[in-house]
């Protein structure tokens, strides 16, 4: 005899939601998490203010930004798109709004918002939620899941939902259960890789300017010298290197080409400006300061914090008056502006990964219903399953979408 209808395994976004709508449904739903508390993932999100989605609400045009499998996506963004999730918030009480690039955030509220309203959506619609309980195995007869075993006892259910995450963050629970329960029953799983990672660099200095931020700069990805790719937005100096949304976004890029050569960033701090327009620009600052030491000469180009490291990276005496620069000189502080070149070592890894790419095989998942097609009743949601978008909020739709679907369908299977 079952206990409950639907089991879900695993309280972040896409657990949180299969569970509500699965309750909503009229579903007797326990969800299991092993964490004293869900969503530990969220309340890192978007720096602590989670960005919930993005404005793109064409689901066509929306699942263009997850690459090859995008497509497998469209059903659950029809199923509950971007304007579902405005409207879901909306009436939980944390009303979104639209921020550059079309990144939506809670208006007023913080990720913990967004976490608290999500727990109290599936408590209220009726979900069981037993915390500080882990999964340890699904035992499996027929192609049924028949019983879950967990550190509280064993539980069963008609139909069980597993939206365990990836391995990116490992201490907010993530640790690729899931993945080693798909592969058991018969699932394919595409090799897990950390993605939307900062990148180490050689260059030590970026130490000094940790957090700097670097808005509209555009970063030339170049491999044994010939530019490859190409980003145009928002960055920030780590102590071990470069991050920020344009790196993120690239980091799986630069991965592929370390494999195949020297890879360089060039870093353009004025994109906005030709290179000539700009030579002209700092004949005129020199010109105009021609008496002072060039030391003091840069404020009206580089934030404070970058004065210093300029100074060293140009090789010109800071002492020197301005008119003494010389035309070479110029040309290298021009360079560093224009093409500062940084040297990538490497990509970070898991722990600092903001998704994990790769997953159970969509071949293996039936994306109209998140349904299994190894095992019977059992369902898949969320960053498991092999969909990876770019920064902008488009993995927290994935997230919502597919916990929706695979809530509502568990309900009615
Ligand atoms: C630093 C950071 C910032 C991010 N910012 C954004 C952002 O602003 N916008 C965006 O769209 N995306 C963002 N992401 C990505 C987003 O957070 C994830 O894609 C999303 O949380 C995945 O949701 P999920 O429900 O699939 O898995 P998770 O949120 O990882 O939840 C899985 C849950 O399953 C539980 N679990 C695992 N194994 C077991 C087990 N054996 N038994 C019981 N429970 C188990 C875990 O404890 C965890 O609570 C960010 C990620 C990080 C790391």
């Known amino acids: 005899m079952k206990n409950y209808d639907v ?14 709508f699965a309750a909503r449904k009229g579903a007797k739903v326990l969800l299991l998490e092993k964490n ?17 989605t993005h404005s793109e609400d064409d689901p066509r045009k929306f699942v263009e930004h997850f690459g090859r499998n995008g497509k497998a996506l469209l059903t659950a963004l029809y199923a509950f798109g971007v304007k579902d999730v405005v409207s879901f918030f909306e009436e939980q009480g944390v009303p979104l709004k639209i921020e550059r690039g079309g990144r939506i955030f809670p208006d007023k509220g913080e990720a913990k918002d967004v976490q608290k309203a999500v727990i109290a959506f599936a408590r209220d619609a009726g979900v069981e939620m037993r915390t500080s309980c882990t999964v340890k195995k699904l035992l499996v007869e027929d192609d049924i899941i028949k019983a879950l075993e967990t550190t509280a006892g064993a539980f069963s259910a008609d139909n069980i939902i597993v939206a365990t995450g990836g391995l990116s963050y490992p201490e907010t629970g993530c640790t690729g259960d899931g993945y080693a329960w798909a592969k058991a029953c018969g699932h394919r799983v595409v090799k897990p890789e950390a993605a ?3 990148v180490k660099l050689n260059d030590a200095w970026t130490a000094e300017v940790s957090n700097f931020n670097l808005k509209n700069v555009r970063i030339s990805l170049c491999v044994d010298g010939k530019k490859v790719d190409e980003r145009f937005g928002e960055a920030f100096f780590t102590r071990a290197g470069i991050g920020g949304p344009i790196i993120l976004d690239m980091s799986s890029r630069i991965r592929d080409e370390l494999k195949k050569g020297e890879v360089k ?15 002209k620009r700092l004949q005129r600052e020199l010109a105009e300061q021609s008496n002072q030491e060039f030391g003091t000469s840069l404020g009206g180009l580089l934030p404070r914090d970058m004065i210093p490291v300029f100074l060293r990276l140009v090789g010109i005496d800071p002492k020197k008056k301005c008119h003494s620069v010389t035309k070479v000189e110029r040309q290298r502080l021009l360079k560093l502006f224009k093409e500062l070149e940084l040297s990538v070592s490497s990509c970070a890894g ?3 990964a ?9 071949k293996d998942i039936d994306m109209r219903s998140m349904r299994s097609k190894r095992v019977k009743n059992l369902f898949f949601a969320g960053e498991m399953i092999d969909l990876d978008g770019p920064t902008g909020g488009f993995n927290l739709q994935e997230c919502w979408s597919t916990g929706y679907l695979a809530g509502i369908s568990a309900a009615e299977a």
């Open 354 to 362: 903001i998704i994990t790419s790769g997953g159970v095989s969509l």
């Open 7 to 20: 089991i879900v395994v695993g309280g972040g976004p896409a657990g949180l939601f299969a569970a509500g």
């Open 265 to 279: 960033l060039l870093l353009d701090l004025k994109p906005a400006v030709a290179t000539e327009l700009f030579d």
């Open 36 to 52: 004293p508390h869900c969503g530990a993932k969220i309340l890192i999100t978007g720096k602590g203010r989670c960005n919930v």
């Open 350 to 352: 898991f722990r600092k």
């Open 196 to 198: 939307l990672v900062p």
